[in-house]
């Protein structure tokens, strides 16, 4: 998948599992001569016509039962391709013409400006064809020219004649709403610059966008440029094309990798529909005005791309996460290694935008806009109370640590991998053989208590904090088998507040001699200093125990306390 194979498309095609295709754009050879890279365009007549025959018979054998097929193709062939195709077992739903006057010269006839574009489904009555998403429809002549209220807000279909002038391409003109889409010439910006027979993306684009859905499978068999996959991979589908040509194959491959999705399609944007605001009596006379001569509607469409683009983009994220969130949240799997480096995997696949940290801030973005709520979360994210216990003092002191180094929040943390490695290197070295997601969902919990331990913390009373005593003694010390904070401090100032569960447990934990090089790196360097311990048996829960931290932390100012507990 997501890849040009070099080969014939028959074969190709017939090794796809059948019915797994969505969508089937095929440009073929018109058998007219063409010099292509490595094809010979022309056949006789009737191995023409069987040629096509196989190559059609693989498109209905790979494409699933609701899967559509377009076909573009010159005069030459069009009446027999189409007639072929229904033999095979297709339905006509639109013949299309795409009619461009900046057309191929003839010097004994009329000057070839058109092609024609064939939509057939497998079933009359099942398939995609989405009609009523307001990226699918033009403005109609009511709204467009005479702002007419009786128009269908929502705009209309497009008809079956696509049209270009080159003098329009900047799309309508007063009076008509036609969609105009170009041709791609020698001298467009849209070129790839290696295949003369390049479709136009904003045409591809309207095709793959009304005939399929996000994530679905769009083939194209006759590859070439790549543009159908270029459209298909920025409009968030997944797509495979054939060539017979290594030389298209690899430019079809470099032109796929340097797209994301969400990118804008080339060619100027379609006036494609937005929720326009209701037109007043007294506007419906006189059109919308231009601005530098170009129809208000245009200044939408713009605008209208963007926010696709944007929502394309988007969406390939969500799809990302519902695929590697293993039913967890999303807090979850940004702070889960393993669980983030398949969500980054899935993003990196669909060649979303960024890096591993935007996609994290993207999903964070979304989540607080609930954006992910019907993505169910079926797993239990948050540490227990007796896990965050073992290494909440561990993740704090690192969150602080990282912030005074200049990280601006928890969640730039989180969401970018180094700095989340740095995070993990400091909280394991005051918490050693825990689990590296724990320090994170502990820093995570941390911040979501914080604002109920600020206000618990009014309603407590702390009691007096034990005489102070050599850190490096203190485990010789029997402490109370009882919840209640500890201190570490020098004789100036106070370095850190803890709680724990079980104030003897912590010491025994976190105290030892070979631990106490750990504790000395909070001394400032430049000071001599000698660090000691001091704790107050206070009891509760572990709520009530971060109230009471909380209390500790407003009293002494500790320097390596997390902010958000100060009251």
Same mark, same amino acid.
């Given at each position: 998948?997501?890849?040009?194979?070099?080969?014939?498309?028959?074969?190709?095609?017939?090794?796809?599992?059948?019915?797994?295709?969505?969508?089937?754009?095929?440009?073929?050879?018109?058998?007219?001569?063409?010099?292509?890279?490595?094809?010979?365009?022309?056949?006789?007549?009737?191995?023409?016509?069987?040629?096509?025959?196989?190559?059609?018979?693989?498109?209905?054998?790979?494409?699933?039962?609701?899967?559509?097929?377009?076909?573009?193709?010159?005069?030459?062939?069009?009446?027999?391709?189409?007639?072929?195709?229904?033999?095979?077992?297709?339905?006509?739903?639109?013949?299309?013409?795409?009619?461009?006057?900046?057309?191929?010269?003839?010097?004994?006839?009329?000057?070839?400006?058109?092609?024609?574009?064939?939509?057939?489904?497998?079933?009359?009555?099942?398939?995609?064809?989405?009609?009523?998403?307001?990226?699918?429809?033009?403005?109609?002549?009511?709204?467009?020219?005479?702002?007419?209220?009786?128009?269908?807000?929502?705009?209309?279909?497009?008809?079956?004649?696509?049209?270009?002038?080159?003098?329009?391409?900047?799309?309508?003109?007063?009076?008509?709403?036609?969609?105009?889409?170009?041709?791609?010439?020698?001298?467009?910006?849209?070129?790839?610059?290696?295949?003369?027979?390049?479709?136009?993306?904003?045409? $591809? *684009? /309207?095709?793959?966008?009304?005939?399929?859905? #996000?994530? !679905?499978? @769009?083939?194209?068999?006759? &590859?070439?440029? +790549?543009?159908?996959?270029?459209?298909?991979?920025? $409009? *968030? /589908?997944?797509?495979?094309?054939?060539?017979? #040509?290594? !030389?298209? @194959?690899?430019?079809?491959? &470099?032109?796929? +990798?340097?797209?994301?999705?969400?990118?804008?399609?080339? *060619?100027?944007?379609?006036?494609?529909?937005?929720?326009?605001?209701?037109?007043?009596?007294?506007?419906? &006379?006189?059109?919308?005005?231009?601005?530098?001569?170009?129809?208000?509607?245009?200044?939408?469409?713009?605008?209208?791309?963007?926010?696709?683009?944007?929502?394309?983009?988007?969406?390939?994220?969500?799809?990302?996460?519902?695929?590697?969130?293993?039913?967890?949240?999303?807090?979850?799997?940004?702070?889960?290694?393993?669980?983030?480096?398949?969500?980054?995997?899935?993003?990196?696949?669909?060649?979303?935008?960024?890096?591993?940290?935007?996609?994290?801030?993207?999903?964070?973005?979304?989540?607080?806009?609930?954006?992910?709520?019907?993505?169910?979360?079926?797993?239990?994210?948050?540490?227990?109370?007796?896990?965050?216990?073992?290494?909440?003092?561990?993740?704090?002191?690192?969150?602080?640590?990282?912030?005074?180094?200049?990280?601006?929040?928890?969640?730039?943390?989180?969401?970018?991998?180094?700095?989340?490695?740095?995070?993990?290197?400091?909280?394991?070295?005051?918490?050693?053989?825990?689990?590296?997601?724990?320090?994170?969902?502990?820093?995570?919990?941390?911040?979501?208590?914080?604002?109920?331990?600020?206000?618990?913390?009014?309603?407590?009373?702390?009691?007096?904090?034990?005489?102070?005593?050599?850190?490096?003694?203190?485990?010789?010390?029997?402490?109370?088998?009882?919840?209640?904070?500890?201190?570490?401090?020098?004789?100036?100032?106070?370095?850190?507040?803890?709680?724990?569960?079980?104030?003897?447990?912590?010491?025994?934990?976190?105290?030892?001699?070979?631990?106490?090089?750990?504790?000395?790196?909070?001394?400032?360097?430049?000071?001599?200093?000698?660090?000691?311990?001091?704790?107050?048996?206070?009891?509760?829960?572990?709520?009530?125990?971060?109230?009471?931290?909380?209390?500790?932390?407003?009293?002494?100012?500790?320097?390596?306390?997390?902010?958000?507990?100060?009251?």
């Amino acid at each position: 998948m997501n890849s040009v194979v070099l080969g014939d498309c028959v074969a190709g095609m017939r090794a796809l599992a059948a019915g797994s295709v969505d969508l089937v754009f095929a440009d073929p050879p018109f058998n007219i001569g063409y010099d292509y890279d490595v094809y010979h365009d022309r056949q006789e007549h009737e191995a023409y016509l069987a040629w096509s025959k196989q190559w059609i018979g693989a498109v209905h054998r790979a494409l699933k039962p609701d899967g559509s097929f377009w076909l573009a193709i010159g005069d030459e062939y069009a009446a027999e391709l189409k007639i072929i195709s229904q033999e095979i077992g297709f339905h006509t739903r639109s013949w299309v013409i795409w009619y461009y006057t900046f057309g191929v010269n003839c010097k004994q006839k009329f000057t070839r400006s058109h092609a024609h574009l064939f939509y057939f489904v497998k079933d009359r009555a099942k398939f995609t064809f989405r009609a009523d998403e307001l990226e699918n429809r033009i403005p109609s002549a009511r709204q467009l020219v005479y702002n007419d209220s009786r128009g269908n807000p929502n705009g209309r279909l497009p008809d079956d004649t696509w049209i270009l002038r080159p003098q329009d391409s900047a799309g309508f003109t007063a009076g008509e709403d036609t969609w105009y889409i170009p041709r791609v010439a020698g001298t467009f910006k849209e070129r790839a610059g290696f295949h003369g027979c390049q479709m136009p993306e904003q045409l $591809l *684009g /309207r095709i793959i966008r009304v005939c399929s859905n #996000s994530g !679905e499978l @769009v083939v194209d068999p006759f &590859s070439g440029s +790549a543009t159908t996959l270029a459209v298909a991979k920025k $409009l *968030g /589908r997944r797509y495979l094309g054939f060539d017979l #040509s290594p !030389e298209y @194959v690899e430019r079809g491959e &470099s032109r796929l +990798a340097g797209i994301r999705v969400g990118d804008r399609l080339d *060619g100027d944007a379609e006036p494609l529909m937005s929720a326009p605001s209701t037109v007043s009596k007294s506007q419906r &006379s006189s059109p919308k005005k231009k601005k530098n001569g170009v129809p208000a509607v245009f200044a939408e469409a713009e605008a209208n791309a963007e926010t696709r683009s944007l929502a394309i983009a988007e969406r390939g994220l969500i799809e990302a996460f519902a695929a590697a969130c293993d039913g967890y949240s999303a807090d979850r799997v940004v702070a889960d290694p393993e669980l983030n480096a398949a969500f980054a995997a899935r993003c990196r696949a669909i060649a979303l935008p960024g890096s591993e940290r935007d996609w994290n801030h993207y999903l964070f973005n979304l989540r607080k806009a609930g954006k992910l709520a019907e993505i169910k979360t079926a797993k239990r994210s948050e540490l227990s109370w007796e896990d965050f216990d073992r290494v909440s003092f561990a993740s704090e002191i690192a969150l602080k640590q990282m912030m005074d180094a200049g990280a601006e929040s928890l969640d730039e943390i989180l969401c970018d991998p180094q700095l989340a490695a740095q995070f993990d290197a400091i909280a394991v070295r005051f918490a050693p053989d825990a689990q590296t997601v724990n320090y994170r969902l502990a820093a995570l919990k941390l911040r979501k208590e914080a604002k109920n331990a600020r206000t618990r913390a009014q309603l407590l009373k702390i009691g007096r904090l034990s005489k102070a005593m050599a850190l490096n003694e203190v485990r010789k010390i029997s402490l109370p088998d009882a919840g209640g904070i500890f201190v570490v401090q020098t004789d100036r100032e106070s370095l850190y507040v803890g709680e724990a569960l079980n104030l003897q447990g912590r010491v025994q934990a976190s105290f030892q001699k070979n631990s106490m090089s750990v504790w000395e790196t909070l001394l400032d360097s430049k000071k001599k200093q000698t660090l000691s311990f001091s704790y107050c048996q206070t009891g509760g829960d572990k709520r009530d125990l971060l109230g009471y931290q909380s209390k500790f932390i407003e009293k002494l100012k500790p320097r390596y306390n997390f902010e958000l507990f100060r009251t």
